[in-house]
């Protein structure tokens, strides 16, 4: 079995590679003019790698290794990482009920129609909101989490 200085770097690499695709994800989002099915379909398939990447070295290294090293650090750690993914799960709790609406109103496969989202749905606002919040908070929990990840990677295993 490897050694836990390169199970270490393994884990701190693809967390790090995840990054990438969230940020082309977001992109994708922000540049599209209308946000057809294909888009989200696109947009689905670039983050779900960054999920992806991100979340296996969390569960399957991390994870189990907290509480043999638990101290401040890893703490505070394991904290932000479990806020991060909190905020992604109050964005799926807008983005579903934002999709059912679209997918209701044939937004999906008839971009062009002259709707506003706001009039889809009396709470559309709401949705609106906890998918904004649920994903700015995600990525900055998750910068945190990186940052201290990273900190914790080279005082642990670079420079000891």
């Known amino acids: 079995m490897a050694d836990e200085t390169t199970l270490a770097t393994l884990a701190a690499i693809t967390v790090t590679a995840s990054f990438p695709f969230y940020i082309y994800g977001a992109w994708i989002m922000i540049d599209a003019e ?3 099915w294909d888009v989200l379909v696109y947009h689905l ?11 296996v070295p969390v569960v399957t290294w991390m994870l189990p290794r907290l509480f043999q090293q638990l101290n401040g650090l890893s703490a ?10 909190a905020m992604l799960i109050f964005a799926l ?13 044939d937004l999906y496969r008839d971009p062009d129609q002259d709707v506003s989202l706001d ?10 909101g906890r998918l904004r919040v649920g994903v700015f908070g995600y990525v900055i ?7 201290l990840g990273i900190y914790r990677y080279l005082s642990g295993y670079v420079f000891v």
């Open 141 to 147: 929990f998750w910068v945190f989490a990186w940052l």
């Open 93 to 105: 709790t807008g983005i579903v009920r934002i999709f059912q609406a679209k997918w209701e109103a």
């Open 76 to 85: 505070l750690h394991a904290i932000l990482g479990l806020q991060a993914y």
């Open 119 to 128: 009039d889809l749905h009396e709470n559309m606002g709401a949705w609106r």
């Open 34 to 36: 209308t946000v057809s």
């Open 45 to 55: 398939k670039i983050i779900f790698p960054g999920l992806v990447l991100n979340t």
